[in-house]
């Protein structure tokens, strides 16, 4: 992978892609100890990074006068780029999803014009169902991340952020597969090996991690996180090698931190960031690494979220950053017993927001229910306040 294929696959996508904003952030930065920016491909045609690797596949196919016809298979992102990218070249494109996909994602990628088949429970199914509709037709199977042309046209986000920050020291990546790392760190580190590379996963999918460490290529039997957009059990073979000779650390991040992570663009940005694309600033924010002082630019590497997750993500950030504080404890279930524990949470300044009986539990005595709570309180010292005041009054007080 050279310098040239990533320029060459900048000016093919020149008139297709935004050359999206590197925003700086006071708030970020004071966070973190660093100088921050964020680079915003959540706000890239289809919403994600995705369209520059796909793009650059297409037009290169329609350089050497290959097939006009393309397939894929993806429960997300790439989906949406490849079917973007073969509306804009005149091509066919079939993309393979699980059956359990979105239905909103799937009405996405079938509004670029591609023809969508859905298949089995989990990607690995639509996968190979990719492969055997390519095997019949003759068309190209676009990878999603394990193509040199495909690496390339990623590479062109590090191409932008050199334009715009050209002091840069640190760059923040997430990572599942690998091609938006290895790309970016090819680029960088031929134009400038001064800069830092650092790769990002989810703690729950962290096979990139493992084989960097490893310096081999190793994948993992279970993917669990929210982040479902970097949840990748089995990384590139290529993507793997390039990471293995250009990144200088591979770091994770908790779910926790990446649900930090989102809600605190929604406040502080008015942006919303996917889990995935969070996953870098949620590493800058908790210092898994240290880059005091440095100028940083974490990639913020895709928006598409389902509404309908919205909700637990934010909970879930509350939650991690004190915000909501979710408890039980048990209470006599007697008249009175309920307003009696309302009015010292009130008279805390504490929100009650969900009450639950449990009054079937085995350990109860027949007068007794646990009451489950969840409060809205202002910090992590606001809740230890609560607790402590419920415990002065005699509740016995278990965190949930």
């Known amino acids: ?59 290169k196919m329609a350089e050497k006068g290959e097939t006009d016809s393309v397939v894929s298979s993806s429960a997300g992102n790439h989906a949406q780029g490849v079917a973007y990218a073969a509306s804009a070249r005149r091509m066919n494109a079939t993309i393979v999803m699980p059956r359990s996909t979105p239905i909103a994602k799937v009405a996405a990628t079938s509004g670029y014009g591609a023809n969508v088949v859905l298949h089995g429970d989990c990607y690995d199914d639509a996968y190979q169902k990719a492969l055997e509709i390519q095997q019949e037709t003759g068309a190209v199977f676009v990878h999603p991340f394990d193509d040199e042309d495909v690496i390339a046209g990623q590479g062109t986000v590090a191409l932008e952020i050199f334009k715009d920050i050209p002091t840069v020291d640190a760059v923040l990546i997430p990572a599942g597969g690998g091609g938006l790392l290895a790309g970016m760190a090819c680029y960088i580190k031929q134009i400038n090996p001064r800069v830092k590379v650092i790769g990002v996963q989810a703690q729950g999918a962290n096979a990139i991690v493992q084989s960097f460490q490893a310096k081999s290529h190793l994948s993992t039997e279970t993917s669990f996180t929210i982040a479902d957009g970097i949840s990748v059990k089995v990384p590139g073979k290529t993507t793997t090698e390039l990471i293995n000779s250009y990144v200088d650390e591979m770091v994770t991040v908790t779910d926790e931190e990446i649900a930090d992570a989102i809600l605190l663009l929604l406040e502080r940005t008015k942006m919303l960031v996917e889990p995935a694309g969070a996953a870098s600033l949620a590493a800058a924010l908790h210092k898994k690494i240290n880059l005091n002082g440095q100028r940083v630019v974490c990639v913020l590497s895709g928006g598409n979220i389902d509404v309908s997750f919205i909700h637990k993500i934010v909970e879930k950030g509350l939650i991690t950053r004190g915000r909501q504080l979710k408890f039980g404890t048990v209470m006599l279930d007697i008249p009175g017993s309920l307003q009696h524990f309302s009015a010292i949470v009130a008279s805390c300044g504490a929100n009650i927001i969900m009450v639950q009986y449990d009054r079937l539990h085995a350990d109860l005595r027949l007068n007794e229910a646990i009451l489950h709570i969840v409060c809205e309180v202002s910090g992590t010292k606001h809740g230890q306040d609560v607790i402590e005041k419920l415990a002065q009054n005699g509740y016995k007080v278990f965190l949930e």
């Open 1 to 59: 992978m050279t310098v040239k294929e990533v320029e060459s696959a900048a000016e093919r996508l020149k008139y297709i892609v935004h050359h999206t904003p590197v925003n700086s952030s006071r708030t970020f930065s004071e966070m973190s100890g660093t100088e921050l920016f964020i680079k915003c491909e959540n706000l890239q045609k289809t919403g994600s990074f995705k369209v520059r690797g796909a793009y650059n596949k297409l037009a």
